[in-house]
């Protein structure tokens, strides 16, 4: 009897050791995937710490190297930033500007191929710069931007006259003007502009630039200025071409400067050369990429190209007929 209940208490034993270590067991799974999370988070944590501290040196890094090439404290990839953003917006306003006083919609750009009007982003860029010591109250940046515009603004319409013979502007029937390139009206103009450019649209522009990463930005930047640069080279042989054909085909005698050379006249001869040139950067193309384009003659009269190129429509399409345009019956 005593035997049975020795044997009843050593099983029942052994059924709590082993419920024991089966609890045991299961606690120590537990315990295990536990301590596996909280490494993974631990690791996972201390990763992305290590690239967000990462990410800030690489910034910081970048920001000092640009910084060292800079002009005022501005670094020049900011600088080119600045000269294609507000050339594109240039173009857009230039382009409004042609739909409201005109009532068509035309090429209003510098170049053939993009979206720019060279003057805003060169003006916009000198007048960042060169208003820094004039930012102090909209009455100096009134008069700065009046000054630094209007020389930005003869000083590119001397370039376009004296190296590419055209006339990309002339004021010369607008009262107070200086060689029909500046005129007091734009000068005021300028003034105007330059409180807006530093006070509301710079600081926006500024913003926006900011949120972009800066090896990203840097190569953008980059990008669009070289496509810019080809675009002036490209743009600028095309004129040439473009006048030397209009004085070989006898529509136009030229005033006669370094830019129409023996070269260029040469260059034209070539039957290839004048097959790409006649085919890649024809009247049409010209007039319309360049409708208010201006030469001045042999017996020094300014015309417009596209009064000698009649045929040629000089507009994409007319909107409507503003009202100065009108012609009033009798």
């Known amino acids: 009897m005593e035997k049975e209940e020795t044997s009843e208490t050593t099983k029942e034993l052994k059924e709590e050791i082993k419920e024991e270590i089966r609890e045991e067991k299961i606690i120590l799974r537990e315990l295990k995937k536990e301590l596996k999370g909280k490494n993974v988070r631990e690791s996972k944590k201390e990763l992305k710490g290590k690239n967000v501290r990462e990410s800030k040196k690489e910034k910081k890094e970048l920001?000092?190297?640009?910084?060292?090439?800079?002009?005022?404290?501005?670094?020049?990839?900011r600088l080119m930033a600045y000269i294609v953003i507000y050339s594109i917006i240039g173009f857009f306003i230039e382009t409004l500007f042609g739909i409201i006083t005109e009532g068509v919609v035309e090429s209003?750009?510098?170049?053939?191929?993009?979206?720019?009007?060279?003057?805003?982003?060169?003006?916009?860029?000198?007048?960042?710069?060169?208003?820094?010591?004039?930012?102090?109250?909209?009455?100096?940046?009134?008069?700065?931007?009046?000054?630094?515009?209007?020389?930005?603004?003869?000083?590119?319409?001397?370039?376009?006259?004296?190296?590419?013979d055209v006339k990309w502007w002339d004021y010369s029937n607008i009262p107070f003007n200086i060689n029909g390139r500046v005129c007091i009206w734009f000068s005021l103009f300028w003034g105007v502009l330059a409180i807006y450019l530093m006070t509301h649209i710079h600081p926006n522009v500024d913003k926006i630039l900011d949120k972009i990463a800066p090896k990203l930005l840097k190569t953008t930047v980059i990008i669009l200025v070289i496509f810019m640069f080809l675009d002036w080279i490209i743009s600028s042989f095309a004129l040439q071409m473009f006048f030397t054909r209009l004085v070989h085909d006898g529509k136009v005698e030229i005033k006669e400067t370094t830019s129409y050379t023996h070269t260029f006249k040469k260059l034209?001869?070539?039957?290839?050369?004048?097959?790409?040139?006649?085919?890649?950067?024809?009247?049409?193309?010209?007039?319309?990429?360049?409708?208010?384009?201006?030469?001045?003659?042999?017996?020094?009269?300014?015309?417009?190209?596209?009064?000698?190129?009649?045929?040629?429509?000089?507009?994409?399409?007319?909107?409507?007929?503003?009202?100065?345009?009108?012609?009033?019956?009798?």
């Open 268 to 330: 034209y001869e070539n039957q290839v050369i004048k097959k790409i040139v006649d085919t890649l950067f024809s009247d049409e193309i010209m007039v319309k990429s360049f409708p208010n384009l201006k030469i001045t003659t042999k017996d020094g009269q300014v015309v417009l190209v596209r009064d000698i190129l009649t045929d040629i429509q000089p507009y994409y399409f007319k909107l409507f007929i503003p009202p100065s345009k009108k012609v009033i019956p009798k």
């Open 63 to 77: 920001e000092k190297v640009q910084t060292r090439i800079s002009i005022m404290g501005i670094p020049v990839i």
């Open 108 to 164: 209003r750009k510098s170049f053939l191929y993009g979206p720019f009007c060279a003057i805003y982003g060169v003006g916009a860029v000198t007048l960042i710069v060169g208003l820094q010591k004039f930012n102090k109250n909209n009455y100096t940046l009134f008069i700065g931007g009046f000054l630094l515009g209007s020389i930005v603004e003869y000083l590119i319409s001397w370039v376009g006259e004296m190296i590419f």
